[in-house]
């Protein structure tokens, strides 16, 4: 795209669309095959990954991340959205507009991020998740599950604040018990 900044070593596969002002830094890789395979006769079977990356408008992509094309259609990554450095971003996964990616996030195929979210680093995404507007995730949480709109998500399984809270100030009590 027009006024896009792409820095050195940077790979861009056939099929990806790069919008106008985007940054990318050193190391990226867009576009390569997703992990994609199946099972037959005792033996993993490549799927064919024929999709392709789309990088909307005012995008930066940290040095080191890679983003994987569609197995079908689009791996999307939306207008304004920030990515830091060594993030994995997994096949047909759509990130939407204005997010705030921080390091070593890793989201897996297929999950879809609202517009305005924001993973603190070394989060985890499995696969096939809707994760709403606006939402919060704590750093070194493992999302498993769909996440509705303005909800704070924190811990392994990552869970609402409130709830992560009372379940950990419930632990010290139980630890507490236990010592006398």
């Keep these: 795209g027009n006024d896009s900044i792409i820095y050195p070593n940077v790979v861009i596969y056939d099929g990806t ?6 940054i990318i830094h050193a190391g990226v890789v867009i576009g390569s095959d997703g ?3 199946a099972m037959h006769e005792g033996r993993h079977h490549k799927i064919p990954q024929i ?7 005012d995008v930066e992509i940290g040095a080191g991340t890679t983003i994987d094309r569609a197995a079908l259609g689009e791996t999307v990554i939306g207008e304004g959205t920030k990515i830091d450095n060594l993030v994995m971003i997994g096949h047909n996964v759509k990130v939407g507009k204005h997010c705030l990616l921080v390091s070593q996030v890793g989201i897996a195929g297929s999950t879809e991020l609202g517009d305005y979210v924001f993973v603190a680093g070394q989060s985890g995404f499995s696969g096939h998740l809707k994760i709403g507007h606006r939402v919060q ?7 498993l599950a769909d996440v509705p709109d303005d909800t704070k998500v924190m811990g ?6 409130g709830e992560f809270a009372r379940r950990h100030a419930a632990v ?7 010592q006398l």
């Design 17 to 22: 669309r790069i919008g106008q002002r985007c």
């Design 35 to 37: 992990y994609g395979f």
């Design 51 to 57: 999709g392709i990356v789309r990088i909307e408008d």
């Design 137 to 143: 995730v704590a750093a070194k949480s493992a999302v």
């Design 156 to 161: 392994s399984p990552a869970m609402p604040f």
């Design 172 to 178: 010290k009590r139980l630890a507490k018990k236990k």
